[in-house]
């Protein structure tokens, strides 16, 4: 078991950018990830992608990097978002809730979570890509619209915190459409489900990542 001091790094920052289009190979590029082209498919989850620094082994990650900072997490909106309107405050709780649930997941993993910069902390930069506004089956008005998360695509990038070496990278392009979106409160759950499964996703990698 790792040692654990967990302090959150300030306040999450949103930033909303249209994506581009699918590009061929790994799909839903967004341009978030620096290097997209050492992501392969994951073994055990279908869309689901991976990259890890050939030159370091487990062992050396996990003797460099005993602590994490996590950026703030950004959202992009999917190109088909067909000029649908949100509201800032929901689009800033969903980043809110995946920091916090990434920040208690690698707490309970025994992971390092810290505020600072420095030699052995690796930074974790996160996205919501794809994301897109829904109109509600139960709305009173067609322009009351909720964030949808369903197919969504989560982007997240290892690296250095002082010399921006890549450490590892990974996408879940999972598609997990099928739920009737009726009012805000049952597509806020559904997103929040969905980013809870995000968690335990980059938590489970980690761990292997680190495993020797």
């Not at 997240?156 to 879940?172: H, M, Q, W, Y």
Request: with cysteine.
């Amino acid at each position: 078991m790792r040692n654990v001091d967990v302090i959150r790094w300030g306040s999450v920052v949103l930033l909303l950018f249209i994506t581009a289009c699918v590009l061929s190979g790994v799909p839903a590029r967004s341009g978030f990830l620096k290097d997209y082209g050492s992501l392969t498919p994951d073994t055990e989850e279908k869309k689901v992608y991976l990259a890890r620094n050939p030159q370091l082994s487990s062992g050396q990650v996990a003797a460099k990097y005993s602590s994490f900072l996590i950026e703030p997490v950004v959202m992009y909106l999917g190109k088909d978002s067909g000029g649908l309107g949100f509201r800032p405050d929901e689009a800033k709780g969903l980043t809110d809730y995946l920091q916090e649930e990434l920040t208690a997941g690698l707490s309970k993993s025994g992971f390092w979570v810290v505020s600072i910069p420095g030699p052995d902390v690796a930074h974790i930069r996160i996205a919501m890509t794809h994301v897109l506004p829904t109109r509600l089956k139960l709305a009173p008005h067609p322009s009351i619209t909720a964030l949808n998360l369903e197919r969504a695509v989560l982007e997240v990038e290892f690296v250095d915190s002082k010399t921006g070496e890549p450490i590892a990278a990974l996408i879940d392009a999972r598609n997990r459409a099928g739920n009737i979106q009726m009012d805000v409160r049952s597509v806020d759950k559904n997103a929040r489900a969905v980013i809870q499964e995000w968690t335990r996703l980059i938590v489970d990698k980690l761990n292997t990542i680190y495993a020797k």
